[in-house]
Every structure is written in structure tokens, then in C-alpha cells.
């Protein structure tokens, strides 16, 4: 067991991480003179995903500098390693921009505002996160046509929601910390910060956020045909197992599924291993999912209890090394599916109880990762085309606060706590550093742009 520090040692030690890196250095960004250029890093990510699904991702990035950063995750990766970072590691969540934040429903039902995509979960800097996060609401800001002024309160209202709150959970007992969470009610301080308008659209979201779960996704994506139920075909989105492996038996493919799912509920605690072998296998689907994740091998799978009133729809997802593995040292889970677990259940306040993973071997014969987990469980997120300035910088304290607790849950929250210390020079240095991450992204951008008008990398949009 681990020896574990007095709360004077990590004063100590986070005091000691702000000597030899200064909080100002953390607000520095210039681009290396061997930086990677950045439509080679998406190429070397294509090589393993699907190869008709490519163009889709490359299509989705290419709306706006906003969802090229979404999909570059890997890009912003090497960037992160270069700079100037403090020895404080944390549980990172790898691609905490503000997309990747929303509502769910925890396992008691209550709706819950977190984190939501673990894909690149990991260990590293607890700032990693931290920046990631400022970047992106620097320019989520610019794509909505805010000027510095207002990105930049957005910012500061973000990092300076995560200093504060860490300082708070520093003093804290180490229990209290990990039951803390920001449910519904919680929300209500943050809602009566906004205009009626913006509140009404909060009140919808929130409202369709509760009725998305099983019965509604069973509802839109599946039809009987024949007395038979099955998920509908709308390819490239959504691709039956039948027409993804075609020519394959029925028979075989049936049979494969069912040893995936057993091997599936093998991962699962023994009193949800016995709630999952209450449903049994109709069907299954590949399904295109998110904006960076377009390409990885991404499956929703139909499961039913008693009858037709009863649907279960998980999601399958594969996993590959996370982007910050080659900057952040070896994952200490040999299987990727399993690590992307382990971080979403030690980062969240409450995660589903259908998390799982398995390892599944194609007909190229490669065996790959994935995890599991619900398809549609009361998610929700927020409408970011709608925010404005005054929404945003509400917004920024909600994903501020979110992350200063999924940080506190696995790291060393009294040393973050003396590292960011009273005064705002952290706030400080996440602005000067998102407003010049966001020009680096918008020049990427353009690379991007341009190479899919030299046809270097092919592009479909609409889907």
C-alpha cells in the first residue's frame, strides 16, 4: 500500500511543483520547429480505423475550427508534452473540452451533470485536462464571434471555478470528496444565473435528457420485420451486423455475438452480471458515433428482458491506446477497453452500472478492444451554437467545478490546491495560453482545409 502523505507534505509538494514550474510558464505556447504537422497525425490514426468511415470524420472536423478541435485530441497530445508541466498527476480525462461534459442519469436515477467521454482516460499532469478544456472554450468563443474580451471571462470564469473548488475539496475529508456530486438540484444555483430564455432552453434540454434512454432509442432505431425485431439499416450511420459482415453465416455471426456478451458479463460486478443475464441478444448494428471516434469500430446492440416492453440497447465501442500513452507513460491496463473503465469510474461522481469490456477478433483477424456501456441513459449536453457570452461563463463554472473533482478523486488535491494557491495567476496563464492555442488551432484548421482541397484527404459532409 501506498504511504500516504500529511496534508503539510502535499502543501509542501505543491508549493515545490510551482518553484520548478512556475504557474506563468504553464500560459506559454509556441509551436516546436519539429512539430508534427497535423493532417499527419490524422493520417497515422486512420490507418486502423475503418477505411469507408474515414471520410465521415474528416467530413464532421471540417464544420469549423471548433469540430477540427474536437477530433484532434492526438494533435493537441504532442503539444501538451512539449510544453512546460508540473509533476502533479491525476487521473486525466485525455479530451476535456467542453463537448465532452453533459447530463446522465447515475445508477439511484437522478439526473447529473459530468464528464461524459473517457476514450482517452489517462494518466499525466493534472493541467493537461485543465488546458484542453480553457483552449476550448477559447475557441468554441471564437466560433460564435466572441470578441477576446468576452473568450477570455469565459475562461477565467472556467479555471477560476477549478481553482476554487480544488482549494475547497483540499480542505475537506477524503469520503466527502468522493460523494460529492452536481445533480439536478445542484444545477439550479447555475440556472438562475442566466437569462429566461436561456433557462427555457436549459428546462427543454433537460426535460429531453430524462425521456432518452432504452424505450426511446428502441423506439426510433428499430423496426419488425416479419415478426422478427431488428435495428433499422441507414448506412454509413447505422450498419446492420448482417450487411457489415456479408456473406458470413447467420448462424456464425449469432454465435459470435453471444460469446462477446458472455465474455462481456464476466467483466461486470456479480449483481449486475446477474441484472445483464436477464436480457438475451436480438441484434446488433455498427453505428457511427461523435466527431474524433468516426472510423473506430463502434457497434449498438439490441438486448431484451421479458419481451418487447423491456429493450436494453448498449453500446460497444472500441478502444485504442489513448493519445497521451506515447507522452504519459504505459498505461498499467493491457487492455484498452478496461482502462477506459477504470478511468471513467475513478473520475466520475457516479457511472453506469453497464460498464464493461471485451475483446472481440474480427474476419481480418486482429483482435481489438472495446468497452461497454449504455447507448442512451438519460444523456443530454449542452447547445453550444445557442450560448452566449453570459451563458458560456455559467457554463464554464459548471465544467470548472466538474473537473476540479474528477481531479480530486484520484490526485493529490491539497498539493493542486498549494500549486494554484489564493490569487488568480493561474486563471491568468489558462487565458494567455488558450487564446494562442486557439490561433494554433485555427492555423491547423486551414492545413486541414487545404489538404482536403488538394484532395490529400478525402472528405464527406452532411452525415
Given amino acids: 500500500m501506498a504511504e500516504i502523505a500529511t496534508a503539510g507534505e502535499s502543501d509542501a509538494a505543491g508549493k515545490g511543483s510551482r518553484r520548478?514550474?512556475?504557474?506563468?510558464?504553464?500560459?506559454?505556447?509556441?509551436?516546436?520547429?519539429?512539430?508534427?504537422?497535423?493532417?499527419?497525425?490524422?493520417?497515422?490514426?486512420?490507418?486502423?480505423r475503418v477505411a469507408e468511415l474515414v471520410p465521415i470524420?474528416?467530413?464532421?472536423?471540417?464544420?469549423?475550427?471548433?469540430?477540427?478541435?474536437?477530433g484532434g485530441a492526438g494533435i493537441m497530445a504532442a503539444d501538451l508534452a512539449a510544453a512546460?508541466?508540473?509533476?502533479?498527476?491525476?487521473?486525466?480525462?485525455?479530451?476535456?473540452?467542453?463537448?465532452?461534459?453533459?447530463?446522465?442519469?447515475?445508477?439511484?436515477?437522478?439526473?447529473?451533470?459530468?464528464?461524459?467521454?473517457?476514450d482517452e482516460t489517462h494518466r499525466g499532469p493534472f493541467e493537461w485536462d485543465v488546458k484542453r478544456l480553457a483552449a476550448s472554450f477559447a475557441i468554441g468563443g471564437r466560433d460564435l464571434g466572441f470578441n477576446e474580451r468576452d473568450r477570455r471571462a469565459a475562461?477565467?470564469?472556467?479555471?477560476?471555478?477549478?481553482?476554487?473548488?480544488?482549494?475547497?475539496?483540499a480542505t475537506m475529508r477524503?469520503?466527502?470528496?468522493?460523494?460529492?456530486?452536481?445533480?439536478?438540484?445542484?444545477?439550479?444555483?447555475?440556472?438562475?444565473?442566466?437569462?429566461?430564455?436561456?433557462?427555457?432552453?436549459y428546462d427543454r434540454n433537460l426535460a429531453k435528457a430524462e425521456s432518452k434512454n432504452s424505450l426511446r432509442a428502441f423506439a426510433k432505431l428499430t423496426?419488425?420485420?416479419?415478426?422478427?425485431?431488428?435495428?433499422?439499416s441507414d448506412p454509413p450511420l447505422i450498419t446492420p451486423v448482417e450487411e457489415v459482415f456479408e456473406g458470413e453465416k447467420p448462424d456464425a455471426l449469432l454465435a459470435s455475438f453471444l460469446e462477446l456478451l458472455d465474455q462481456y458479463r464476466k467483466t461486470l460486478g456479480r449483481e449486475v452480471r446477474h441484472l445483464a443475464e436477464g436480457y438475451r441478444y436480438v441484434h446488433a448494428a455498427r453505428k457511427v458515433v461523435g466527431v474524433g471516434s468516426v472510423g473506430t469500430r463502434a457497434w449498438i446492440v439490441l438486448l431484451l428482458g421479458r419481451d418487447s416492453g423491456d429493450p436494453l440497447f448498449l453500446q460497444v465501442k472500441e478502444a485504442?491506446?489513448?493519445?497521451?500513452?506515447?507522452?504519459?507513460?504505459?498505461?498499467?491496463?493491457?487492455?484498452?477497453?478496461?482502462r477506459v473503465v477504470e478511468g471513467q469510474r475513478l473520475m466520475q461522481a457516479a457511472s453506469d452500472i453497464?460498464?464493461?469490456?471485451?475483446?472481440?477478433?474480427?474476419?481480418?483477424?486482429?483482435?481489438?478492444?472495446?468497452y461497454v456501456r449504455q447507448l442512451w441513459d438519460g444523456k443530454g449536453s449542452a447547445e453550444i451554437e445557442k450560448m452566449t457570452p453570459a451563458t458560456m461563463r455559467v457554463y464554464g463554472r459548471l465544467c470548472g467545478w466538474t473537473l476540479a473533482h474528477a481531479h480530486a478523486r484520484s490526485g493529490d488535491r491539497i498539493a493542486i490546491a498549494s500549486y494554484l494557491g489564493k490569487g488568480k495567476a493561474f486563471e491568468r496563464a489558462m487565458c494567455d495560453f488558450a487564446e494562442a492555442y486557439a490561433e494554433q488551432n485555427e492555423g491547423d484548421f486551414k492545413e486541414f482545409e487545404a489538404a482536403i482541397e488538394k484532395g490529400r484527404l478525402k472528405a464527406v459532409t452532411g452525415l
Wanted: with cysteine; net charge positive.
Fill in 174 to 201: 477524503t469520503i466527502d470528496v468522493w460523494y460529492e456530486r452536481l445533480d439536478v438540484e445542484a444545477l439550479e444555483r447555475y440556472r438562475s444565473k442566466v437569462k429566461a430564455k436561456a433557462a427555457k432552453n
Fill in 354 to 370: 453497464f460498464l464493461g469490456w471485451l475483446t472481440g477478433t474480427g474476419p481480418d483477424g486482429v483482435a481489438r478492444d472495446f
Fill in 223 to 232: 423496426r419488425s420485420d416479419d415478426g422478427e425485431l431488428r435495428i433499422n
Fill in 57 to 70: 470524420r474528416h467530413g464532421r472536423m471540417s464544420a469549423s475550427a471548433f469540430t477540427f478541435y474536437r
Fill in 84 to 118: 512546460p508541466s508540473t509533476d502533479l498527476v491525476v487521473q486525466l480525462c485525455g479530451d476535456a473540452h467542453l463537448s465532452n461534459f453533459g447530463i446522465f442519469a447515475a445508477p439511484d436515477r437522478r439526473l447529473i451533470f459530468d464528464i461524459n467521454d473517457f
Fill in 155 to 169: 475562461v477565467m470564469e472556467t479555471v477560476g471555478e477549478y481553482r476554487r473548488e480544488m482549494r475547497r475539496l
Fill in 20 to 48: 520548478r514550474t512556475p504557474r506563468s510558464s504553464l500560459g506559454t505556447w509556441e509551436a516546436a520547429s519539429d512539430r508534427a504537422k497535423p493532417v499527419e497525425t490524422l493520417k497515422r490514426q486512420n490507418k486502423t
Fill in 320 to 338: 485504442e491506446a489513448s493519445v497521451l500513452e506515447g507522452f504519459a507513460g504505459k498505461s498499467r491496463f493491457k487492455q484498452q477497453g478496461r
